[in-house]
Protein backbone atom coordinates (compact mmCIF):
# COMPACT_ATOMS: atom_id res chain seq x y z
CA UNK A 1 0.00 0.00 0.00
CA UNK A 2 1.05 3.29 -0.85
CA UNK A 3 1.61 6.10 1.78
CA UNK A 4 -0.49 8.31 -1.16
CA UNK A 5 -3.69 6.25 -0.90
CA UNK A 6 -3.68 7.17 3.54
CA UNK A 7 -5.67 9.92 4.87
CA UNK A 8 -2.33 12.02 5.51
CA UNK A 9 -1.77 15.68 5.44
CA UNK A 10 0.40 17.34 3.01
CA UNK A 11 3.60 17.71 5.24
CA UNK A 12 3.72 14.27 6.33
CA UNK A 13 3.33 12.70 2.70
CA UNK A 14 6.73 14.94 1.93
CA UNK A 15 8.41 13.95 4.82
CA UNK A 16 7.73 10.63 3.67
CA UNK A 17 8.34 10.79 0.32
CA UNK A 18 11.93 12.79 1.40
CA UNK A 19 12.91 10.21 3.86
CA UNK A 20 12.87 7.39 1.16
CA UNK A 21 9.63 5.57 2.02
CA UNK A 22 8.36 4.50 -0.76
CA UNK A 23 5.70 1.47 0.19
CA UNK A 24 4.28 0.93 3.67
CA UNK A 25 5.00 -2.32 5.26
CA UNK A 26 2.57 -4.72 7.09
CA UNK A 27 2.45 -2.97 10.05
CA UNK A 28 1.82 0.66 8.48
CA UNK A 29 -0.94 -0.58 6.38
CA UNK A 30 -2.66 -1.96 8.97
CA UNK A 31 -2.15 0.55 11.90
CA UNK A 32 -2.29 4.01 10.05
CA UNK A 33 -5.90 3.56 8.84
CA UNK A 34 -6.57 2.77 12.58
CA UNK A 35 -4.65 5.44 14.09
CA UNK A 36 -6.29 7.80 12.17
CA UNK A 37 -9.86 6.91 13.21
CA UNK A 38 -8.69 7.20 16.81
CA UNK A 39 -9.06 3.76 17.67
CA UNK A 40 -7.05 2.11 20.62
CA UNK A 41 -4.51 0.15 18.87
CA UNK A 42 -2.80 -3.30 20.42
CA UNK A 43 -0.12 -4.19 17.93
CA UNK A 44 1.98 -7.46 18.33
CA UNK A 45 4.87 -6.51 16.44
CA UNK A 46 8.84 -6.43 16.95
CA UNK A 47 11.44 -3.61 16.19
CA UNK A 48 12.25 -3.32 12.74
CA UNK A 49 8.47 -3.54 11.31
CA UNK A 50 8.41 0.38 10.86
CA UNK A 51 6.26 1.06 13.99
CA UNK A 52 7.62 4.02 14.28
CA UNK A 53 5.87 5.49 11.55
CA UNK A 54 2.64 3.04 12.19
CA UNK A 55 2.55 5.14 15.48
CA UNK A 56 3.97 8.01 14.67
CA UNK A 57 2.09 9.67 11.19
CA UNK A 58 -1.44 9.00 13.01
CA UNK A 59 -0.13 10.95 15.87
CA UNK A 60 1.20 13.34 14.43
CA UNK A 61 -1.49 14.28 11.91
CA UNK A 62 -3.66 14.57 15.05
CA UNK A 63 -1.29 17.22 16.61
CA UNK A 64 -2.57 21.31 16.70
CA UNK A 65 0.95 23.11 16.31
CA UNK A 66 -0.96 26.08 17.55
CA UNK A 67 -1.92 24.62 21.06
CA UNK A 68 1.65 25.27 23.06
CA UNK A 69 1.27 21.92 25.26
CA UNK A 70 2.00 18.68 25.29
CA UNK A 71 -0.24 16.70 23.26
CA UNK A 72 1.33 12.88 22.39
CA UNK A 73 4.08 10.87 24.97
CA UNK A 74 5.50 8.08 24.04
CA UNK A 75 7.57 5.62 26.20
CA UNK A 76 10.29 3.35 25.22
CA UNK A 77 12.12 0.60 27.18
CA UNK A 78 15.71 2.39 26.78
CA UNK A 79 17.43 5.51 25.99
CA UNK A 80 18.79 4.11 22.38
CA UNK A 81 15.59 3.23 21.04
CA UNK A 82 14.29 6.93 22.44
CA UNK A 83 16.28 8.29 21.02
CA UNK A 84 16.21 6.60 17.75
CA UNK A 85 12.54 6.64 18.12
CA UNK A 86 12.64 10.95 18.51
CA UNK A 87 15.01 11.30 15.51
CA UNK A 88 12.36 9.76 13.58
CA UNK A 89 9.16 11.15 14.48
CA UNK A 90 10.88 14.34 14.53
CA UNK A 91 11.97 13.56 10.32
CA UNK A 92 8.70 12.52 9.74
CA UNK A 93 7.20 15.61 11.32
CA UNK A 94 9.48 18.22 10.42
CA UNK A 95 7.23 20.07 7.51
CA UNK A 96 4.47 20.24 10.19
CA UNK A 97 7.35 21.95 12.65
CA UNK A 98 6.34 19.85 15.28
CA UNK A 99 8.88 19.85 18.28
CA UNK A 100 9.88 16.78 19.54
CA UNK A 101 11.79 16.44 23.46
CA UNK A 102 13.54 13.00 23.81
CA UNK A 103 13.75 12.14 27.83
CA UNK A 104 16.13 9.52 29.35
CA UNK A 105 18.44 8.59 32.32
CA UNK A 106 22.09 9.17 32.18
CA UNK A 107 21.83 12.58 30.80
CA UNK A 108 21.78 15.91 32.56
CA UNK A 109 18.29 16.42 33.79
CA UNK A 110 18.49 20.30 33.75
CA UNK A 111 18.91 20.36 30.14
CA UNK A 112 15.99 18.46 29.67
CA UNK A 113 14.12 20.02 31.76
CA UNK A 114 14.74 23.20 29.87
CA UNK A 115 13.68 21.85 26.56
CA UNK A 116 10.06 20.79 28.43
CA UNK A 117 9.72 24.15 29.58
CA UNK A 118 9.59 25.38 25.94
CA UNK A 119 6.63 23.31 25.16
CA UNK A 120 6.59 20.36 22.96
CA UNK A 121 3.95 18.81 21.58
CA UNK A 122 5.35 14.82 21.68
CA UNK A 123 7.47 13.68 24.48
CA UNK A 124 9.73 10.41 24.11
CA UNK A 125 10.99 8.96 26.96
CA UNK A 126 11.95 6.19 29.25
CA UNK A 127 9.97 5.10 32.08
CA UNK A 128 12.00 6.44 35.27
CA UNK A 129 13.05 9.94 33.45
CA UNK A 130 9.32 10.05 32.79
CA UNK A 131 8.45 9.43 36.24
CA UNK A 132 11.61 11.31 37.87
CA UNK A 133 9.97 14.61 35.62
CA UNK A 134 6.40 13.75 36.47
CA UNK A 135 7.68 14.03 40.08
CA UNK A 136 9.49 17.42 39.85
CA UNK A 137 6.26 19.00 37.96
CA UNK A 138 8.01 19.75 35.61
CA UNK A 139 6.45 17.14 33.10
CA UNK A 140 3.03 17.72 33.19
CA UNK A 141 0.75 14.89 31.21
CA UNK A 142 -3.19 16.51 31.46
CA UNK A 143 -3.42 17.35 28.11
CA UNK A 144 -2.17 14.23 26.48
CA UNK A 145 -4.54 12.97 24.11
CA UNK A 146 -1.88 10.14 22.60
CA UNK A 147 0.15 7.50 24.36
CA UNK A 148 2.28 5.00 22.73
CA UNK A 149 3.93 2.19 24.85
CA UNK A 150 6.94 0.90 22.49
CA UNK A 151 8.09 -2.49 22.97
CA UNK A 152 5.56 -3.18 26.22
CA UNK A 153 7.16 -6.47 26.76
CA UNK A 154 10.62 -5.46 26.89
CA UNK A 155 9.98 -3.31 29.27
CA UNK A 156 8.40 -6.14 31.93
CA UNK A 157 11.49 -7.73 31.57
CA UNK A 158 13.31 -4.64 33.06
CA UNK A 159 11.19 -3.98 35.56
CA UNK A 160 8.85 -1.18 34.40
CA UNK A 161 5.57 -2.37 34.17
CA UNK A 162 4.71 -0.50 37.52
CA UNK A 163 6.23 2.64 36.14
CA UNK A 164 3.89 2.19 33.13
CA UNK A 165 0.97 2.24 35.10
CA UNK A 166 1.88 4.70 37.03
CA UNK A 167 2.63 7.22 34.43
CA UNK A 168 -0.65 5.84 32.60
CA UNK A 169 -2.37 6.97 35.89
CA UNK A 170 -1.25 10.87 35.19
CA UNK A 171 -2.46 10.53 31.67
CA UNK A 172 -6.46 11.81 31.44
CA UNK A 173 -8.70 8.73 30.67
CA UNK A 174 -10.31 10.00 27.19
CA UNK A 175 -7.54 9.32 25.28
CA UNK A 176 -5.84 7.24 22.33
CA UNK A 177 -3.76 4.69 23.59
CA UNK A 178 -1.22 2.22 21.18
CA UNK A 179 0.83 -0.68 22.72
CA UNK A 180 3.54 -2.62 20.90
CA UNK A 181 4.77 -6.06 21.81
CA UNK A 182 6.51 -8.82 20.38
CA UNK A 183 5.15 -10.96 22.81
CA UNK A 184 2.17 -11.02 24.95
CA UNK A 185 2.64 -12.12 28.68
CA UNK A 186 -0.02 -11.81 31.31
CA UNK A 187 0.91 -8.51 32.58
CA UNK A 188 0.50 -7.30 28.83
CA UNK A 189 -2.75 -8.45 28.42
CA UNK A 190 -3.57 -6.63 32.40
CA UNK A 191 -2.61 -3.26 30.86
CA UNK A 192 -4.57 -3.53 27.87
CA UNK A 193 -7.78 -4.69 29.86
CA UNK A 194 -6.90 -2.26 32.23
CA UNK A 195 -5.77 0.92 30.30
CA UNK A 196 -7.22 0.88 26.77
CA UNK A 197 -10.88 0.95 25.25
CA UNK A 198 -11.37 -1.63 22.89
CA UNK A 199 -8.19 -2.08 21.37
CA UNK A 200 -7.78 -3.03 17.36
CA UNK A 201 -5.69 -5.89 17.61
CA UNK A 202 -2.93 -6.13 14.68
CA UNK A 203 -0.81 -8.71 14.64
CA UNK A 204 2.62 -9.24 12.33
CA UNK A 205 3.59 -12.64 12.93
CA UNK A 206 7.36 -13.70 12.84
CA UNK A 207 6.83 -17.13 10.63
CA UNK A 208 5.69 -14.53 7.86
CA UNK A 209 9.19 -13.13 7.54
CA UNK A 210 11.66 -16.07 7.14
CA UNK A 211 14.23 -16.61 3.79
CA UNK A 212 14.05 -20.50 3.44
CA UNK A 213 15.39 -19.70 -0.30
CA UNK A 214 18.23 -17.48 1.41
CA UNK A 215 22.18 -19.37 2.39
CA UNK A 216 22.75 -17.14 5.56
CA UNK A 217 26.19 -16.85 6.94
CA UNK A 218 27.90 -14.56 9.44
CA UNK A 219 32.08 -13.82 9.46
CA UNK A 220 33.54 -12.72 12.81
CA UNK A 221 35.96 -9.74 12.34
CA UNK A 222 37.15 -6.77 13.55
CA UNK A 223 35.41 -3.40 12.57
CA UNK A 224 38.91 -1.99 10.64
CA UNK A 225 38.89 -5.56 8.87
CA UNK A 226 35.68 -5.43 7.55
CA UNK A 227 36.11 -3.79 3.96
CA UNK A 228 39.30 -5.70 2.85
CA UNK A 229 37.31 -8.83 3.95
CA UNK A 230 34.15 -7.50 2.12
CA UNK A 231 36.07 -6.96 -1.28
CA UNK A 232 37.77 -10.48 -0.81
CA UNK A 233 34.10 -12.26 -0.42
CA UNK A 234 33.31 -9.92 -3.68
CA UNK A 235 36.08 -11.39 -5.41
CA UNK A 236 35.37 -15.39 -4.78
CA UNK A 237 31.93 -14.70 -4.89
CA UNK A 238 31.23 -13.12 -8.44
CA UNK A 239 28.15 -12.04 -7.48
CA UNK A 240 25.68 -11.24 -10.52
CA UNK A 241 24.10 -8.11 -8.54
CA UNK A 242 24.98 -7.34 -5.25
CA UNK A 243 23.41 -4.86 -2.06
CA UNK A 244 25.97 -4.40 1.05
CA UNK A 245 24.11 -3.01 3.69
CA UNK A 246 25.10 -0.07 6.41
CA UNK A 247 24.47 1.27 9.28
CA UNK A 248 24.80 5.35 8.46
CA UNK A 249 24.75 7.32 5.58
CA UNK A 250 28.37 8.02 6.32
CA UNK A 251 29.43 4.62 6.69
CA UNK A 252 27.38 4.00 2.86
CA UNK A 253 29.52 7.07 1.00
CA UNK A 254 32.71 5.95 2.30
CA UNK A 255 32.42 2.00 1.26
CA UNK A 256 30.87 2.82 -2.34
CA UNK A 257 33.52 5.05 -2.61
CA UNK A 258 36.47 2.45 -1.89
CA UNK A 259 34.54 0.04 -3.98
CA UNK A 260 34.76 2.42 -6.65
CA UNK A 261 38.55 3.34 -6.25
CA UNK A 262 39.15 -0.37 -6.13
CA UNK A 263 37.61 -0.92 -9.27
CA UNK A 264 34.14 -2.13 -8.96
CA UNK A 265 31.26 -1.43 -9.90
CA UNK A 266 29.38 0.55 -7.19
CA UNK A 267 27.17 3.29 -5.69
CA UNK A 268 25.26 3.97 -2.86
CA UNK A 269 22.07 5.32 -1.45
CA UNK A 270 21.08 7.06 1.52
CA UNK A 271 18.57 9.43 2.95
CA UNK A 272 20.52 12.56 2.24
CA UNK A 273 20.67 12.04 -1.58
CA UNK A 274 17.99 13.68 -4.04
CA UNK A 275 15.17 11.29 -4.81
CA UNK A 276 15.92 11.53 -8.49
CA UNK A 277 19.58 10.65 -7.38
CA UNK A 278 18.10 7.97 -5.72
CA UNK A 279 16.17 7.12 -8.93
CA UNK A 280 19.01 7.33 -10.98
CA UNK A 281 20.96 4.66 -9.37
CA UNK A 282 18.50 2.70 -8.52
CA UNK A 283 17.52 2.59 -12.41
CA UNK A 284 21.51 1.66 -13.17
CA UNK A 285 21.38 -0.82 -10.16
CA UNK A 286 18.15 -2.92 -12.05
CA UNK A 287 19.54 -2.46 -15.42
CA UNK A 288 22.75 -4.33 -14.90
CA UNK A 289 25.01 -1.26 -15.06
CA UNK A 290 26.07 -1.01 -11.35
CA UNK A 291 27.30 -4.58 -9.75
CA UNK A 292 27.12 -3.39 -6.19
CA UNK A 293 24.55 -0.91 -4.17
CA UNK A 294 25.86 0.22 -1.16
CA UNK A 295 22.35 1.27 0.93
CA UNK A 296 20.94 2.04 4.53
CA UNK A 297 18.11 0.26 5.51
CA UNK A 298 15.84 3.26 5.03
CA UNK A 299 16.52 4.29 1.79
CA UNK A 300 16.20 0.49 0.61
CA UNK A 301 12.84 0.49 2.34
CA UNK A 302 10.35 -0.82 -0.56
CA UNK A 303 12.68 -1.59 -2.95
CA UNK A 304 11.18 -4.20 -5.89
CA UNK A 305 14.86 -5.33 -7.42
CA UNK A 306 15.39 -8.54 -9.09
CA UNK A 307 18.45 -10.89 -9.98
CA UNK A 308 19.99 -9.78 -6.55
CA UNK A 309 22.15 -12.74 -5.92
CA UNK A 310 24.22 -11.74 -2.99
CA UNK A 311 23.72 -9.29 0.44
CA UNK A 312 26.22 -7.91 2.40
CA UNK A 313 25.50 -6.84 6.25
CA UNK A 314 28.77 -4.58 6.31
CA UNK A 315 26.82 -3.63 9.53
CA UNK A 316 24.68 -6.17 11.65
CA UNK A 317 21.28 -4.12 12.04
CA UNK A 318 20.17 -3.92 15.99
CA UNK A 319 16.52 -5.13 14.74
CA UNK A 320 16.31 -8.67 13.98
CA UNK A 321 13.28 -7.42 11.46
CA UNK A 322 15.49 -5.17 9.41
CA UNK A 323 18.00 -8.26 8.83
CA UNK A 324 14.89 -9.92 7.30
CA UNK A 325 13.89 -7.15 5.21
CA UNK A 326 17.81 -6.56 4.53
CA UNK A 327 18.24 -10.16 3.18
CA UNK A 328 14.96 -11.06 1.78
CA UNK A 329 16.54 -8.65 -1.49
CA UNK A 330 17.89 -11.74 -2.41
CA UNK A 331 16.35 -15.24 -2.67
CA UNK A 332 13.05 -13.65 -5.02
CA UNK A 333 10.71 -15.65 -7.53
CA UNK A 334 12.42 -18.95 -6.56
CA UNK A 335 16.08 -18.38 -6.62
CA UNK A 336 18.18 -18.90 -4.23
CA UNK A 337 20.29 -16.06 -2.57
CA UNK A 338 23.41 -16.05 -0.14
CA UNK A 339 23.92 -13.48 2.81
CA UNK A 340 27.03 -12.86 4.60
CA UNK A 341 26.23 -10.94 7.68
CA UNK A 342 29.68 -9.23 9.50
CA UNK A 343 30.00 -9.60 13.20
CA UNK A 344 32.28 -7.92 15.90
CA UNK A 345 32.64 -10.25 18.86
CA UNK A 346 30.21 -8.75 21.47
CA UNK A 347 27.44 -8.41 19.06
CA UNK A 348 26.83 -12.19 18.49
CA UNK A 349 23.88 -12.19 21.12
CA UNK A 350 22.41 -9.65 18.10
CA UNK A 351 22.97 -12.49 15.65
CA UNK A 352 21.66 -14.78 18.26
CA UNK A 353 18.32 -12.68 18.31
CA UNK A 354 18.21 -12.96 14.80
CA UNK A 355 18.29 -16.53 14.55
CA UNK A 356 15.18 -17.27 16.44
CA UNK A 357 13.06 -14.60 14.78
CA UNK A 358 13.73 -16.49 11.42
CA UNK A 359 13.78 -19.81 13.18
CA UNK A 360 17.22 -20.79 10.73
CA UNK A 361 20.67 -21.21 12.06
CA UNK A 362 23.42 -18.65 10.05
CA UNK A 363 26.49 -20.99 9.59
CA UNK A 364 29.84 -19.36 10.41
CA UNK A 365 31.87 -18.47 7.27
CA UNK A 366 35.99 -17.88 7.32
CA UNK A 367 36.64 -15.01 5.61
CA UNK A 368 38.78 -15.54 2.55
CA UNK A 369 42.71 -14.85 2.68
CA UNK A 370 44.38 -12.16 0.19
CA UNK A 371 45.80 -15.52 -1.99
CA UNK A 372 41.66 -16.80 -2.50
CA UNK A 373 40.99 -12.99 -3.12
CA UNK A 374 43.58 -13.05 -5.69
CA UNK A 375 42.65 -16.35 -6.88
CA UNK A 376 39.16 -15.33 -7.57
CA UNK A 377 39.93 -12.12 -9.22
CA UNK A 378 42.52 -14.09 -11.60
CA UNK A 379 39.56 -16.69 -12.20
CA UNK A 380 37.34 -13.37 -13.20
CA UNK A 381 40.14 -11.99 -15.36
CA UNK A 382 40.46 -15.45 -17.63
CA UNK A 383 36.83 -15.24 -18.30
CA UNK A 384 36.78 -12.07 -19.30
CA UNK A 385 39.61 -12.73 -21.57
CA UNK A 386 37.20 -15.19 -22.86
CA UNK A 387 34.75 -12.91 -23.99
CA UNK A 388 37.26 -11.28 -25.81
CA UNK A 389 37.71 -14.03 -27.70
CA UNK A 390 34.45 -14.40 -29.01
CA UNK A 391 34.04 -10.79 -29.77
CA UNK A 392 37.53 -10.06 -31.26
CA UNK A 393 37.46 -7.54 -34.35
CA UNK A 394 40.90 -9.15 -35.37
CA UNK A 395 41.68 -7.20 -38.42
CA UNK A 396 41.08 -3.92 -36.30
CA UNK A 397 44.13 -4.80 -33.99
CA UNK A 398 45.92 -6.65 -36.06
CA UNK A 399 48.80 -4.35 -36.35
CA UNK A 400 49.25 -3.27 -33.13
CA UNK A 401 49.39 -7.00 -32.17
CA UNK A 402 52.04 -7.92 -34.75
CA UNK A 403 54.42 -5.40 -33.41
CA UNK A 404 53.68 -6.75 -29.81
CA UNK A 405 54.57 -10.39 -30.91
CA UNK A 406 57.74 -9.54 -32.51
CA UNK A 407 58.64 -7.61 -29.05
CA UNK A 408 57.37 -9.56 -26.10
CA UNK A 409 57.05 -13.40 -25.92
CA UNK A 410 53.40 -14.51 -25.35
CA UNK A 411 53.66 -15.17 -21.74
CA UNK A 412 55.01 -11.81 -21.64
CA UNK A 413 51.75 -10.37 -23.75
CA UNK A 414 49.79 -12.76 -21.24
CA UNK A 415 51.25 -11.52 -18.39
CA UNK A 416 50.61 -7.86 -19.10
CA UNK A 417 46.50 -8.97 -20.05
CA UNK A 418 46.08 -10.22 -16.32
CA UNK A 419 48.16 -7.14 -15.11
CA UNK A 420 45.65 -4.76 -16.33
CA UNK A 421 42.52 -7.15 -16.00
CA UNK A 422 43.41 -7.64 -12.51
CA UNK A 423 43.38 -4.79 -9.53
CA UNK A 424 45.76 -5.73 -6.69
CA UNK A 425 43.57 -4.83 -3.45
CA UNK A 426 47.27 -3.69 -1.69
CA UNK A 427 47.56 -1.38 -4.29
CA UNK A 428 44.70 0.71 -2.98
CA UNK A 429 44.55 1.92 0.53
CA UNK A 430 40.63 2.33 1.30
CA UNK A 431 39.92 3.77 5.25
CA UNK A 432 36.95 3.23 6.57
CA UNK A 433 36.00 5.66 9.72
CA UNK A 434 34.79 3.38 12.50
CA UNK A 435 31.48 3.48 13.95
CA UNK A 436 30.40 3.48 17.74
CA UNK A 437 29.50 -0.06 18.17
CA UNK A 438 25.79 -1.43 18.87
CA UNK A 439 25.35 -1.61 23.04
CA UNK A 440 26.66 -4.74 24.83
CA UNK A 441 23.51 -6.69 25.55
CA UNK A 442 24.76 -8.41 28.94
CA UNK A 443 21.94 -10.77 30.06
CA UNK A 444 23.22 -10.90 33.24
CA UNK A 445 22.93 -7.67 33.79
CA UNK A 446 19.33 -7.19 32.43
CA UNK A 447 16.40 -6.67 35.73
CA UNK A 448 13.69 -9.26 35.04
CA UNK A 449 10.46 -7.72 36.74
CA UNK A 450 9.47 -7.90 40.29
CA UNK A 451 6.73 -6.28 41.57
CA UNK A 452 8.08 -4.63 44.25
CA UNK A 453 10.83 -3.20 41.92
CA UNK A 454 10.17 0.50 40.89
CA UNK A 455 12.79 0.47 37.83
CA UNK A 456 13.15 4.01 37.80
CA UNK A 457 15.60 4.47 40.26
CA UNK A 458 18.54 3.53 38.01
CA UNK A 459 17.23 3.99 34.58
CA UNK A 460 20.60 5.19 32.93
CA UNK A 461 21.68 2.14 33.26
CA UNK A 462 19.77 0.15 30.96
CA UNK A 463 21.89 0.13 27.62
CA UNK A 464 20.47 -1.92 24.14
CA UNK A 465 20.31 -1.94 22.21
CA UNK A 466 27.40 13.06 -9.39
CA UNK A 467 27.43 9.54 -11.62
CA UNK A 468 30.68 8.09 -10.04
CA UNK A 469 30.56 4.61 -10.81
CA UNK A 470 32.95 2.96 -13.68
CA UNK A 471 30.71 1.28 -16.40
CA UNK A 472 33.89 -0.19 -17.56
CA UNK A 473 35.35 -1.57 -14.33
CA UNK A 474 38.15 -3.11 -13.99
CA UNK A 475 37.20 -5.15 -12.09
CA UNK A 476 36.16 -8.38 -14.42
CA UNK A 477 32.91 -10.02 -13.35
CA UNK A 478 32.69 -13.59 -14.92
CA UNK A 479 29.61 -14.40 -17.43
CA UNK A 480 27.26 -17.76 -16.66
CA UNK A 481 27.69 -18.17 -20.21
CA UNK A 482 32.29 -18.34 -20.57
CA UNK A 483 32.66 -20.73 -18.11
CA UNK A 484 33.06 -23.82 -19.51
CA UNK A 485 35.53 -22.18 -22.25
CA UNK A 486 38.11 -20.80 -19.70
CA UNK A 487 38.52 -22.83 -16.15
CA UNK A 488 41.31 -21.29 -14.47
CA UNK A 489 42.22 -21.81 -10.94
CA UNK A 490 45.29 -21.42 -8.59
CA UNK A 491 45.72 -23.90 -5.50
Known amino acids: ?61 KLSIDEKKIQAIIIEPTRELAVQTGEELYNLGKYKEAKIVTVYGGAAIGRQIQLLKRQPEVVVGTPGRILDLIHRKVLKLHDVETVVLDEADEMLNMGFIDDIEAILREIPEKRQTLLFSATVPQEIKRISTNFMQNPEHVKIAAKEMTADLIDQYFTKCKDYEKFDILTRFIDIHNPELAIV ?217 HNKGGKNHHKNSQRNKGKKGHQGKAEFKIR
Open 1 to 61: MKFQEMNLSTPLLRAVDEMGFEEATPIQTQTIPLGLDGKDIFGQAQTGTGKTAAFGLPLLG
Open 245 to 461: FARTKRRVDEVARGLIERGYSAEGIHGDLTQQKRLQVLREFKAGKLDILVATDVAARGLDIGGVSHVYNFDIPQDPESYVHRIGRTGRAGNEGMSVTFVIGHEMDYLRTIENLTRKKMSPLRPPTSEEAFSGQMQASVEQVAEYMDTADYDKYQKAVDFLTTQYTQDQLAYALLKVLTKDPADVKVKITPERPLPNRNKKGKRRHNKNYKGRKNNQH
